[in-house]
């Protein structure tokens, strides 16, 4: 795994944006693994600009987003579907047909989660998947203690729905389930990038620097992996 330290959010997410770039132009049809959250919001407006001044061709990139609550409409204003679109697939030139995210309305969760596990498999898993963390660890939905290996229906621990209410009317509206690529599919890609940012993810930055796996904090099963990249702005060695 490595780490490298940003100045600040900025530059953490132009050097995202830059190694997505990268790989696009490496493989014109990239499978891309895509996260939601505040922490990557900088990577998709670099990346909306790089599109925007033809550095970068969405053309034929193929996207897989990680995760989406469970029930939720597609139109909601805080499903991840509508996040996606909003702040970056209908800023780029992605081929709608290319873009690949869990139905919060499918009226069977357990088929979604296989037809889209399946998907990946036939493709061949993410190239490159770009990740954030919960300030608990999760990554995606899956919360400390759930090592599921395929995309599956996660139970949302207290912990996260709290910290999600501030996107929500209040807690309640906030769905008690979601569907997640598991750990499993995540370290299936070829190569991850996690975005780290916030001293509030300090607690997930240590324990990965520690090199440890700790069953409570699921990002640390990252350190399984042979090729991550951890961007932060989190001062290290403070
Ligand atoms: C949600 C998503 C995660 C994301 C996390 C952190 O729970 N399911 O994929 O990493 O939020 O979000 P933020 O970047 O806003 O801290």
Known sequence: MKILQLKNYDLLSAKAAEM???????????????????????????????????????????????????????????????FMFENFFTKVNINPYNIHILNGEAPDSITECKNYEAGLLK???ADLMVLGVGANGHIGFNEPGD?????????????????????????????LTALTMGLGSILKSKMILVLISGEV?????KA?????????????????????VVLTDIKIGK
Request: proline share 7%.
């Open 201 to 205: 993810k300090e607690p997930v930055l």
């Open 208 to 228: 990965l620097l520690s090199g440890k796996l700790n069953p409570k904090i699921p990002a640390t099963y990252l350190l399984l992996h042979r090729d991550v």
């Open 147 to 175: 090592f599921s290996t395929s995309t599956h229906v996660a139970e949302l621990s207290l912990d996260t729905r709290s910290k999600n209410a501030r996107f929500f009317d209040s807690i309640t509206e906030v769905p």
């Open 123 to 125: 493709t061949g898993y």
């Open 20 to 82: 997505v770039q990268i790989e696009i132009a490496k493989k014109p049809n990239l499978i891309l693994g895509l996260p939601t959250g505040s922490t990557p919001l900088g990577m998709y407006a670099k990346l909306v600009e790089l599109s925007a001044a033809k550095e970068v061709d969405f053309s034929e990139v193929r996207t897989y987003n990680l995760d989406e609550y469970y029930p939720i409409k597609r139109s909601h204003p805080q499903s991840y579907h509508t």
